[in-house]
């Protein structure tokens, strides 16, 4: 009988204290999806007047502005699920400050999107949950690919988000001050996880991770 209670009693605690940690992790997730993001800096470009855009102008920039708010998405949901698997403090803290300043660039993406008169991407709850999974695994494999993962796709971000400054249109320096800032961002959160021991990826995962973000680039453009 007392084995018995223990063993109920140890059931118990174990549950509570796997909600203690799932709970905040949720709260992440529903705000990352459904919650306006918070900014610790002001959004670059603010100051600048709002460029004489076409009505498919408008269109274009929101949907590229879309996809990078997608990225965004894809990102919270990667660093979360890395940290949750991470075991090193340091690299956890790493993780959490990377995601951070990527709430900033969602909110940033969303406001610019606002002003355009676009929306959001309805299946970012797919590429939340996608995402969040593609991390756990990826933190599960060890800190340094972990830091590997992140690495490389901190630096398939900046490839896309330097083409997608070549596609707006000339007059458009709002959009482009956001997608400079951010580029810039992800460089160095690239060469932290560079100097924290991240591993290179072998080149078919880089392709594959390649390939993922082209689908959800194209969807993303129109849904």
Known sequence: MHCALASIRWSIDF???MLDMLIPEFDKALRAVFASAPTRRRMPGADLPEAELSTEEKRHVAALMRINHCG???????????????LD???????????????????????????????????NPLWYGGSL?????AGKCGDAWSLGFLAETERQVEGHLEGHKARLPAQDRKSWEILEQMK??????????????ARELPPPVKAAMKLSSRVMTRLSYWI
């Open 15 to 17: 549950i509570m204290a």
């Open 72 to 86: 965004e998405i894809c990102a919270q949901a990667l660093y979360q699920g890395q940290a949750m698997a991470s």
């Open 89 to 123: 403090p340091a690299v956890r803290r790493e993780l959490d400050h990377a995601a951070r300043e990527e709430t900033e660039h969602l909110n940033w993406t969303e406001t610019r999107i606002a002003e355009l008169g676009g929306r959001k991407s309805l299946l």
């Open 133 to 137: 999974a593609i991390g756990v695994i």
């Open 184 to 197: 810039q961002d992800e460089t160095r959160h690239a060469d932290t996880a560079a100097g924290y021991g």
